[in-house]
């Protein structure tokens, strides 16, 4: 009896973390953290400024530092066209409340820089024309600001 009442607690348990959002659980953790949320609309398999962003600038070192040292935390809003890279219905429906939310023009890419509630501290339309060594210091600075 008590490994089925066991059981049935960690799949409610588990069913009510799945159910959080991405965006939800960022703001738990920034607020906990003073960390910042950046928040990227792309088109991975069809954007080439979106696939830019990611190669020259997500992707590298300098920004994967703001991660490891807790400054941001990444979340990426991707809505791909190729059946292939297709998402799970439920990220699909998750993207697209974030789009409705955030990216109401269906701009792409589109990114955010956002405190624990939710304000928009900066946001960049298109290709940042910085490298990501900028950016990282951009969002850096921007932290700084908000002690």
Not at 54 to 78: M, P, W
Request: contains cysteine; aromatic residues 8%.
């Amino acid at each position: 009896m008590k490994t089925l009442f066991s059981a049935i607690l960690m799949v409610v348990f588990a069913i009510g973390i799945h159910a959080q959002s991405r965006l939800e659980n960022a703001q738990k953790q920034t607020s906990q953290n003073k960390e910042l949320i950046l928040l990227n609309f792309s088109g991975s398999d069809w954007c080439i400024p979106c696939i830019k962003l990611h190669k020259n600038i997500i992707e590298t070192d300098e920004f994967k530092k703001l991660e490891t040292e807790n400054i941001v935390i990444y979340i990426n809003a991707d809505f791909p066209r190729n059946k292939k890279n297709q998402l799970s219905p439920e990220l699909k429906k998750e993207n697209a409340s974030l789009a409705d939310l955030y990216n109401k023009k269906g701009l792409f890419p589109y990114t955010l820089l956002l405190n624990s509630e939710g304000k928009i501290l900066k946001s960049w339309e298109g290709l940042p024309s910085e490298n990501a060594l900028a950016f990282s210091k951009e969002i850096r600075n921007i932290k700084e600001n908000q002690k």
